[in-house]
Nanobody, 126 residues
Framework: QEQLAESGGGAVQAGGSLTLSCRYSGYTVSSVSMAWFRQVPGKGREGVAVIHTSSGSISYSDSVKGRFTISKDTANKILSLQMNSLKVEDSATYYC???????????????????WGQGTRVTVSP
């Protein structure tokens, strides 16, 4: 059974908005942090945003700061990523990730996370 299930991807024009959702369950409910990553073919996964469970602190990559908003609805167990002012370069497969405990890696490194969703595709056209 999937512990992380993303949805909400699709095609949008540049300047538009999309909201991604990640329904979480199982071990991820007690994760110490949850994040969104993205990946384009031929490149590694890029950390987009993270939210830490106990402190609620949030960080964003410079490439999305001011345009994307991460949030977590603990009652319904949904991690969201509101994406505004989308650019062509935001096109990627977006992944939800959960860290069950803290590793020594920074939040933007995919080695910091233990459970991953299957991804949802976002395509931004000019």
């Amino acid at each position: 059974q999937e512990q992380l299930a993303e949805s909400g991807g699709g095609a949008v024009q540049a300047g538009g908005s999309l909201t991604l959702s990640c329904r979480y369950s199982g071990y991820t409910v007690s994760s110490v942090s949850m994040a969104w990553f993205r990946q384009v073919p031929g490149k590694g996964r890029e950390g987009v945003a993270v939210i830490h469970t106990s402190s609620g602190s949030i960080s964003y990559s410079d490439s999305v700061k001011g345009r994307f908003t991460i949030s977590k609805d603990t009652a319904n167990k949904i991690l969201s990523l509101q994406m505004n002012s989308l650019k062509v370069e935001d096109s990627a497969t977006y992944y939800c990730a959960a860290a069950l405990y803290y590793e020594d890696d920074p939040w933007s490194d995919d080695n910091a996370y233990h459970i991953w969703g299957q991804g949802t595709r976002v395509t931004v056209s000019p």
